[in-house]
């Protein structure tokens, strides 16, 4: 089976090469999104157990989500 030796892409007859760049913008976005979504889901959990948290723990909720969310997608990528 043959890469391109530019995007690692199969090259086969209709290969078009999307470039370097574009794919590690695509890649990085997709993993902000994921971490994105892994504090918006931490920070509704959260306030649906507690009524009123306080500042420091709503912000080691977000840390520890985001955190956790990014190695959950990174694991999933491979």
Do not use: K, N
């Amino acid at each position: 089976m043959a890469t391109c030796p530019r995007c690692h892409g199969f090259l086969g007859p209709s290969h078009r090469c999307v470039g370097v760049w574009r794919q590690r913008l695509r890649t990085a976005g997709i993993g902000a999104a994921a971490m994105l979504a892994g504090f918006i889901v931490a920070e509704a959990a959260l306030y649906a157990f507690v009524a009123e948290p306080s500042d420091l723990v709503a912000g080691v909720v977000a840390v520890i989500s985001i955190f956790l969310s990014h190695a959950v997608w990174e694991a999933a990528r491979r």
